[in-house]
């Protein structure tokens, strides 16, 4: 290990040193303690006797070398500060641990494992310019094989259970929810005592490897979610590690989490160090395609609160590490939990940004969830907070998050959230999924929201899949499943998410209709041997959020020829008659595209002609007259006219 790297923060591999390493002639352990007064290995190999250790290179790294130590051995740290005083510690770098409440750290052989996902690993990229439909699971409550607690299926069996359900619905990546190791069932693995240890709920870490294996041979990701910004408290772990304020802050003011955990300290090196280490292992050691890191807001801001000013320090460890990884993992995806204003995440940190990749849109989550709780009378009057979200989403890489976030502690389910009684529920329920999917942004939905979970998530109990057994769940989970494939089968969804050219507004002023239309288009594909681009995909997404039917909305589709319906939230809407309509060319006319008359207004009048009908002016044919039942949605293959593209 680069020692000057560790003490300054730069180093990606300080786990190839620090920790417990199994050779052929036992294992070597070694801590970095700088202010412990003298530190003893006690594990199984010993039985559990004191095993003094040495200082080694400046004083401050301690070692073993113990012949009777192998791999699946339990040890801990038995540290005395200087005061005499001593506390049992777990492995900071320790690659495994023992189930809570016992603490001990296990020897691990992390060269034992070989994958076998080599065509997965070469071919994999960040899907900027790709669909990235995104399922976050939490891994023990998922499915559970009995009603108990402490029941849950290995890494292994998982595979077996997950990877067709994934699969079968339309997902091409996982999320997994934290599985360093933790001692609280109920912190989900946000407040960790094992940054290098998987957690041992669910097996070893070779148990984690196959399951990673046998995704990535079956074309779906892994994203890690990932704490670097606090963790436990526990006595036994980080915290006064060797007596001191070690990893954390010494003063109170900043020592603690609003979650009542350590605040990591990201001005000492060793620190980033560690943190930045960690972050290499999950992606080097168990092939996983990315990290989604939690709390950013809480790294970028002290206390995560934008008054009290921008923590330097961190930030700068935030654009080191990114950086780091992303020349270690090119095609690696980091996305980052960030709710702030706070500038330029997703941008290169070579152009001054923080170097994520994607950054969680909270806003669109926010203000999407508020409108669909909203009676249908007051939508009107809220109508832009569906708008807003495109005045600033150019500004970052988003991704649309339906996190576990959405469905705890008294803030009801997705389904829930969706305004009025049962039935009125599921129809609102699928306009919005569409919108969400036909929105630009990369996407994410948590277990249980694709079947109309009504029960919030609880860790201790698995998915309510009995729902699937009533008709209106079970049709639910069959047109997300749909859905799903149909965004991951259509570029014009996802090739062009973070470029204005693959979006453009067809109706955003209908407030009183509660009438939203935009168009997405794809790039084209090179052609072979010419240079040339075949024609863009391009789709209308047309979606009547109000209670009423909205018969003969008029939509004006430049360089459309045909409209031709595609996909539809309900049975109702297709049986729905396009019709192409001639209306006046409102930049020749002066007329405002509210005000076009159809040639069924001019029968209406008796056949004459109103002031501002196609009496005068250049015709088009880029109107098109639709019907939209209540709470629905519907999307449109737009098929060229003969006319200029007036894109």
Known sequence: MDFYGFYTGKVFDAYRY????????????????????????????SEWEECPMEKVHDGNFWEYTCRNAKPGMM????????????????????????????????????????????????KRSDHRQAPLNIYEIHFGSFRKPSEEPDAWYSYEEMADIIIPYVKENGYNYIEIMPLNEYPSDE??????????????????????KYFVDQCHQNGIGILLDFVPVHFAVDGYALAHYDGTALYEYPHSAVGYSEWGSCNFMHSRGEVRSFLQSAANYWLEEY???????????????????????????????LKYMNQGLKERHPSAILAAEDSTCFPDVTKPVSEGGLGFDYKWDMGWMNDTLDYFRTAPEYRSENYHKLTFSM?????????????????????????????????????????????????????LNFMGNEIGHFREWDEKREQDWNLLEFPA???????????????????????LDY????????????????????????????????????????????????DKVQEDFVLSIPGAGKLTQIFASG???????????????????????KSWTTEKDTEKNGGKDTEDSVKTGRMLEESFSVTLPPFSAVYYKIEQSDTKNHR
Request: aromatic share 16%; proline share 4%; net charge negative.
């Open 75 to 122: 040890y801990k740290y038995r540290i005395y500060d200087q005061s005499g005083q001593w506390i049992d510690h777990c492995d900071p770098y320790g690659y495994g641990m023992e189930l809570r409440p016992n603490t001990a750290s296990i020897i691990r052989d992390m060269d034992n494992y070989r994958f076998h996902d080599g065509a997965w690993m070469r």
């Open 571 to 593: 049975e109702n809407i297709l049986e729905t008659e396009v019709k192409a309509i001639r209306v006046a060319d409102p930049a020749e006319n002066k007329v405002s595209a």
């Open 18 to 45: 620090l920790g417990a390493h199994a050779t052929g002639q036992g294992t070597v352990f070694r801590t970095f303690a700088p202010s412990a007064s003298r530190i003893s290995v006690i594990g199984e190999f």
């Open 287 to 317: 092939h996983m395609d990315g990290l989604r890191m939690d709390a950013i807001s809480r790294a970028i801001y002290w206390q995560g609160m934008p008054e009290r000013g921008v923590n330097g320090n961190a930030v700068e460890f």
């Open 473 to 495: 769940h079970q049709e639910f989970r069959d047109f997300m499943r749909e859905l799903n494939r149909f965004y991951l089968e259509h570029p014009a969804f996802s090739e």
């Open 187 to 208: 912190s989900w693995g946000y407040q960790g005592t094992g940054f290098y240890s998987p957690t041992s709920r669910y097996g070893t870490a070779d148990q984690l």
């Open 499 to 546: 470029d204005p050219e693959g979006f453009q507004w067809l109706e955003c002023n209908a407030e009183e209709q509660c009438v939203y239309a935009f168009e997405r288009r794809s790039a084209g594909k090179a052609l072979k041997g010419n240079g040339q681009r075949s024609s863009a995909e391009r789709i209308a997404a047309v979606f009547n959020f109000s």
């Open 391 to 443: 005045a600033y989403y150019y500004d970052e890489r988003y991704l649309l998050p339906l996190s576990h976030d959405e469905v705890v502690h008294g803030k009801a389910t997705i389904l829930q959230k969706m305004y009025g009684d049962y039935e009125m529920k599921f129809p609102q329920a699928r306009a919005f999924y569409m919108y969400m999917y036909a929105h630009p942004g990369k996407k």
